[in-house]
T-cell receptor, first 114, second 112 residues
């Protein structure tokens, strides 16, 4: 199993550009989520999904869109990048199986918006 | 005020020392995770617990639901334990039972 994969590892954007951060998992996990990590702050939830076709907003959803067309993939779209979106982004997944389970994290994407 | 708070923010220890990192939360939870973030940035899960105590090698995690407090202990610490340790809780007040609220992390440095 590859676990949770994210691409790209690093990205530099100019203000106003759009891009998609890719996330995929091969563990057939129902729950997938996107977080951002900023210095001095805990990880904050951007969007999450409890299964294919179902997404919902987290704590800091503004400026980001998600979709979940398959169980495996959960891309995060930045529609018009802003310097405030400079951060490290982590995708995570977990199984449900009737209860809470271990979280698996991707390696992260370091995004800089100029 | 963050609903999940960790202490200390930074901790420096000598190799071999016993280390304790604390996590407290302000509302009821269904479970709590301890995570380790390596210097390279990757995050791995150490423990998930909802009661009592769990042990894996030199790491021990405890939780007291009534006192809203959890601790992560490292026995016989080693420089390779140097990392950021993060607690994260499934708060009963969250929109979804599977949502996690994170502490801001504890930077541990173990000196040889």
């Amino acid at each position: 199993n590859a676990g949770v994969t994210q691409t790209p590892k690093f990205q530099v954007l100019k203000t106003g550009q759009s891009m998609t951060l890719q996330c995929a998992q091969d563990m057939n996990h129902e729950y997938m989520s996107w977080y951002r990590q900023d210095p001095g702050m805990g990880l904050r939830l951007i969007h999450y999904s409890v299964g294919a076709g179902i997404t919902d907003q987290g704590e800091v959803p503004n400026g980001y869109n998600v979709s979940r067309s398959t169980t495996e993939d959960f891309p995060l779209r930045l529609l018009s990048a802003a310097p405030s979106q400079t951060s490290v982004y982590f995708c995570a997944s977990s199984a449900w199986a009737g209860g809470l389970n271990e979280q698996f994290f991707g390696p992260g994407t370091r995004l800089t918006v100029l | 005020k963050n609903e999940v708070e960790q202490s200390p923010q930074n901790l420096t220890a000598q190799e071999g020392e016993f280390i304790t990192i604390n996590c407290s939360y302000s509302v009821g939870i269904s479970a709590l995770h301890w995570l380790q973030q390596h210097p390279g940035g990757g995050i791995v899960s150490l423990f998930m617990l909802s009661s009592g105590k769990k042990k894996h090698g030199r790491l021990i995690a405890t939780i007291n639901i009534q006192e809203k407090h959890s601790s992560l202990h490292i026995t016989a610490s080693h420089p390779r334990d140097s990392a950021v340790y993060i607690c994260a809780a499934h708060l009963l007040s969250s929109g979804s039972a599977r949502q996690l609220t994170f502490g801001s992390g504890t930077q541990l440095t173990v000196l040889p």
